[in-house]
């Protein structure tokens, strides 16, 4: 990962994505392009503070930081520019904060990062502003989806840190039959459907733990029942987290391609920091590339 667009309007939310930042395992050649937007009638000097703020967020940071400002009005405005920069740097990385100022960047739930999320050619952070933790929630479902979140987490995060697979199972329907219930057998039946469901669950999460561990890094297994939104902000709560990873695609819908299933779901619950996990791959220009805020510094 080389190149970082950290899109930040000065609230606690956008600052919270700096830190999380700052506790990647930076190199020299990694670049990071903060960018910030503004109504069109601000005064330009408003910016240079929330650029300054958010440089100092990324802490001791060894690689290249460059800045840019430029302007927009509407939610679509701002999300085009966000979408629009990273695919002219090729980000590897966009990060935004999960609220922002009111009036300003509007980093809302629901408009400018939904749309981030759904388009973006890359891996997308939501930061939330939670206390740093040695350990995060990686969701897994059996799609290549999640293998390949668990593969961009093992490969992007420092190795000290642990890594919890959590996968869900639901309660087993093949187990309510006419014969169960009149054997009164019925919540046999369920657990042992349960248990065979929960020890392929083992051997599969066991799968990815042997392709991201390589011996160093520890990885623990969460089996759920029940929703997988509920399993992962749960399992986030009593483990107190302070990052969960999705996949952006999933199996059988369990997360879809476009927000609007867990992934949306899991955004707005989730109490801490989301990164919505991609393959990168190249979008369509959203806005015009003369619009687009890169400093003159960028290389």
Request: aromatic fraction near 4%.
């Amino acid at each position: 990962m080389k190149r970082i667009l950290y899109a930040t309007d000065g609230s606690c939310g956008a600052l919270a994505a700096g830190k999380h930042l700052s506790h990647l395992p930076h190199r020299r050649d990694v670049h990071v392009h903060i960018i910030t937007i503004l109504p069109v009638h601000a005064p330009t000097a408003a910016a240079e503070a929330i650029l300054e703020t958010a440089a100092e967020s990324l802490g001791n940071f060894p690689g290249h930081v460059t800045t840019a400002v430029t302007r927009g009005e509407t939610t679509g405005e701002i999300a085009d520019l966000i979408l629009a920069t990273a695919g002219y740097i090729h980000a590897d990385l966009v990060v935004v904060g999960a609220c922002g100022r009111s009036g300003a960047l509007r980093f809302l739930i629901g408009s400018v990062t939904e749309r981030v999320v759904r388009e973006a050619g890359c891996p997308v952070l939501i930061a939330r502003d939670t206390p740093f933790s040695n350990e995060l929630i990686v969701g897994v479902d059996g799609s290549q989806g999640a293998r390949d979140a668990a593969r961009f987490v093992a490969d992007t995060l420092p190795p000290e840190r642990d890594i919890c697979l959590l996968h869900t199972i639901q309660p087993p329907a093949s187990a309510l039959t006419l014969d169960t219930v009149m054997a009164g057998v019925y919540y046999q039946a369920v657990g042992r459907e349960e248990e065979r469901e929960r020890t392929a669950a083992l051997g599969y999460m066991q799968t990815i733990a042997d392709d991201i561990a390589n011996g160093i890094r520890r990885v623990n297994f969460v089996v759920a029942t029940g929703s997988p939104v509920e399993g992962i902000v749960r399992a986030a709560e009593a483990r107190k987290v302070d990052l969960i990873v999705v996949g952006a695609t999933g199996k059988s819908g369990f997360l879809a391609g476009y927000l609007g299933g867990v992934a949306e779901r899991v955004i707005r619950r989730a109490p801490c920091s989301v990164l919505v996990a991609r393959l990168k791959h190249p979008v369509p220009m959203a806005a015009s590339v003369s619009a687009v805020p890169v400093a003159s510094a960028w290389w």
